[in-house]
């Protein structure tokens, strides 16, 4: 039987995505857990977040998970959604600067002010609901129509280093990273708790997904 681990850091919608997990796994077992061996030991792990990043990484430090989540990221199915997301590229400029996991290599930028095409200014955070674009065939794309809308909360983006590691992008107003993947690792700026249908699926595939991109 699987048995998700929702890591529990406390700075994650912990309580909305562990019951979006449990309604999507019919025989799943979820736990939300800061405890290392927990972790280590789960099917699979799912990385939460929302807040800033200098208190996300600081509170990793302080409960001595930041060498878990790399060794998790590793050797299992890997799931980072938002503030956890952002947390495995190198860097972020958030808060003059924050040095973060270092999974994929790439900076974490705030977003510019901007225009939309009619001329209105856009609101930093990026806040609702937006087309996803998939930019390569993924089994957590599976039963999820080509730009679908996902629920976004974000000042801050992803910037990899390598363009072949984004598996969906998105427009505010230019394209970003809306997804990020490779080997065993998905990772969302999006909230797929928070999704409807389309993030519902998300993670029904997160659950039934053996790690493999293809």
Same mark, same amino acid.
């Given at each position: ?59 990793? /430090? ?22 956890? #997301? ?26 510019? &002010? ?8 856009? /609101?930093? &955070?990026? #806040?609702? !609901? ?78 039934? !997904? ?5």
């Amino acid at each position: 039987m699987h048995r998700i681990a929702v890591i529990d850091y406390g700075m994650g919608n912990l309580r909305s995505v562990s019951k979006a997990l449990e309604a999507v796994s019919n025989n799943a077992s979820v736990v939300v857990t800061s405890d290392p061996q927990t972790i280590l030991s789960a099917s699979h792990v799912l990385f939460p977040g929302v807040g800033a990043i200098r208190d996300c990484m600081a509170e990793l /430090k302080h409960l001595e998970l930041e060498h878990v989540i790399k060794q998790a990221a590793q050797e299992k199915p890997f799931l980072g959604i938002c503030l956890g #997301m952002q947390a495995l590229l190198t860097h972020s400029e958030e808060n003059n600067g924050v040095n973060t996991l270092d999974i994929f290599t790439g900076e974490v930028k705030l977003f510019q &002010p901007a225009k939309n095409a009619d001329g209105e200014k856009l /609101k930093v &955070p990026h #806040m609702g !609901w937006n087309e996803v674009h998939q930019t390569c065939s993924h089994p957590l794309w599976k039963g999820i129509e080509q730009n679908s809308r996902f629920y976004f909360v974000h000042s801050f983006y992803a910037v990899p280093e390598d363009k072949q590691v984004i598996a969906g992008t998105s427009a505010y107003p230019d394209d970003f990273a809306a997804a990020l993947y490779k080997d065993n690792i998905f990772a969302a700026q999006f909230h797929p708790e928070k999704s409807q249908r389309a993030g519902l699926q998300l993670l029904e595939n997160f659950v039934n !997904w053996d790690g493999q991109s293809s």
